[in-house]
């Protein structure tokens, strides 16, 4: 049995119903092992400090928790990435931007001419020591990637809290004002939907379509693209899934609308995520279930070395069929 194989089998829940292993779909579509294609982006999850707790967070971030990218290690960071030439840096959490170091990470990323992606909950735009962030992440043309569930306030609220729908259209409205989401605007603001419950998400051009008309109806809000992100069966959506009694029905969803397209070009094959210790993964979904990259001479970013980790065997589990039902799921929406 191989590292991949041994990893899953560590992933499948006590009583739950049988289960197609993810690593026999991809056998079967001449995939197996799964290996990197290089590393076009490195994406730096700074931790789970989050001013929201939302139903469906993978992270399971929120107010209570500690965990938080130290300046040491987001140093060793900004040392791996200047020895390549890796051209994103894609900046997650929690709440990305409540770490001491988020600007630091920017700034330097910045300085070394890559482009920088800021993965935004919208709110963290209106609490007070974040007054000036829309103007920070505008002076150094990040991208901004902003969760947004619906274009409606019930949805929205309903997933990530009382009142957040108002705040984020007001954060939306700042970021149109500084340029971001404009035609031909530099300044990219794109939006991320994750479907409300357990079922897969709609086609990407269609709700993105729904999006624009009715965000700039309603609210005059303005963006570039909308992004659809199959909800992942971890962490709190996991808990979620056994609490209301969905599980089986949500992994026999994902497992029968398995698509070896998407399976071709999920994330992994060209992202390494580096967690809040500076621990290496496959992807942040990985990263949230701890299950390290399998090759254990780079399984940290002080041992970074790209040679090594770009054409690595990737660490898959059930989880993974998350990423390849129907259209594909990625930080940057559908693959297929």
Not at 85 to 95: E, F, K, L, Q, S
Not at 106 to 135: F, W, Y
Not at 181 to 203: E, Q, T
Not at 271 to 281: C, Q
Request: hydrophobic share 40%.
């Amino acid at each position: 049995m191989s590292g991949a194989a041994s990893v899953e089998a560590l992933r499948v829940l006590p009583g739950a119903a049988p289960q197609k292993a993810f690593r026999d779909a991809l056998g079967e579509s001449g995939l197996y092992p799964l290996r990197a294609t290089g590393i076009g982006v490195l994406q730096i999850n700074v931790g789970k400090v989050c001013n929201q707790t939302c139903k469906h967070c993978h992270v399971d971030a929120g107010p209570n928790r500690r965990e938080s990218m130290s300046r040491e290690t987001a140093e060793l960071c900004m040392r791996a990435l200047e020895r390549t030439a890796i051209p994103v840096v894609d900046i997650t959490g929690g709440a990305p931007e409540i770490n001491p170091n988020f600007r630091w990470l920017v700034e330097r990323s910045k300085s070394l001419g890559r482009h920088v992606m800021d993965r935004c909950n919208l709110t963290i735009l209106s609490t007070e020591p974040q007054r000036d962030l829309a103007e920070f992440l505008a002076a150094h043309e990040v991208e901004v990637v902003a969760s947004l569930p619906y274009f409606q306030a019930r949805e929205t609220d309903s997933q990530r809290g009382d009142g957040v729908f108002d705040k984020s259209v007001e954060a939306l409205r700042k970021l149109n004002s500084l340029g971001y989401g404009k035609p031909g605007s530099r300044l990219k603001l794109n939006l991320v939907y994750n479907p409300v419950g357990a079922f897969l998400p709609p086609a990407q051009k269609a709700l993105e379509a729904d999006f624009r008309r009715e965000l700039l109806r309603r609210h005059g809000v303005e963006f570039h693209s909308l992004y659809t992100i199959t909800n992942m069966p971890i962490s709190r959506f996991l808990d979620f899934l056994h609490g209301s009694g969905n599980y089986d029905r949500y992994m026999s969803r994902l497992i029968s609308s398995y698509n070896a397209g998407a399976a071709a070009s999920v994330m992994c094959r060209s992202t390494l995520s580096v967690g809040w210790d500076g621990a290496l993964y496959d992807c942040d979904f990985n990263q949230m279930v701890e299950m390290p990259v399998l090759d254990g001479r780079a399984r940290h970013i002080r041992d970074f070395d790209e040679a090594l980790l770009a054409g690595r065997e990737i660490a898959v589990g059930q989880h993974c069929y998350g990423c390849t039902a129907g259209a594909g799921s990625s930080c940057t929406g559908t693959v297929a």
